[in-house]
């Protein structure tokens, strides 16, 4: 009876052992990634380089769960608002005469960064996206450096996964101004999972 009791034994402990993995594998299911470009290419040199200034495609659309891979090409920062956030809410943060490019020299500094950015304001913000452009006033003091593991990368070239777990509609924009005056945002429509999926729209318009 004891050769067949440990074999049984442990035949059960290592059910019990793939039970999360299985359950964790079921809450994924059906859970999908889009890539959306964020940035038109680098293909693009001009005065201004206003033709890389693009998110494609510029209406999203997934379902409550799905992860956004954002491929960033050249120097933008991604900023998504929070649910229900309007374009308006947005431009009414920018002064009139820095809605227009080039932006005047008063707008030098705008938003706290060396090249002008969009003002958070008191509009609620989602998902703060990496920047690289400095401060203009740095903190005092400095903020601790991260854990050398976890140092994010500000690379012109990388790739933001963003998850949006619940239903809404989001925007999101390139933070830098100028990029922002050029159009550069999009917007996300989230459904909620299993009401009219249709992934395989992701890309209308």
């Keep these: 009876m004891r050769r067949t009791t ?7 402990f290592g059910f ?10 079921d809450d994924d299911r059906g859970r999908e990634i889009v890539t959306v470009a964020f940035g038109a290419g680098l293909n693009t040199a001009q005065p201004g380089n206003s033709a890389n200034h693009h998110v ?20 933008h920062a991604i900023r998504v608002y929070a649910n229900g956030v309007k374009l308006r809410d947005v431009k009414a943060n920018v002064p009139q005469e820095c809605q227009v490019n080039p932006p005047q020299a008063s707008c030098n500094g705008l938003g706290g960064t060396v090249v002008p950015t969009v003002p958070v304001g008191t509009v609620p913000v989602f998902y ?18 991260p854990p050398p593991f976890a140092a994010p990368s500000v690379a012109v070239n990388r790739i933001e996964s963003v998850t949006f777990p619940e239903p809404g509609r989001y925007l999101v924009i390139c933070a830098v101004l100028e990029h922002f005056n050029d159009g550069m945002l999009a917007w996300i429509d989230v459904r909620p999972r299993g009401k009219g999926d249709g992934h395989d729209d992701h890309h209308d318009h």
């Design 56 to 75: 494609i495609p510029d209406t999203i659309k997934i379902s409550a769960g799905d992860v956004i891979s954002f491929n960033v090409a050249g120097l």
């Design 16 to 25: 019990g052992t793939l039970l999360p993995c299985i359950a964790s594998a």
């Design 128 to 145: 703060a996206g990496l920047n690289a452009i400095p401060l203009v006033t740095p903190p005092n003091p400095a903020p601790p450096a």
């Design 6 to 12: 440990l074999p049984l034994l442990s035949l059960a």
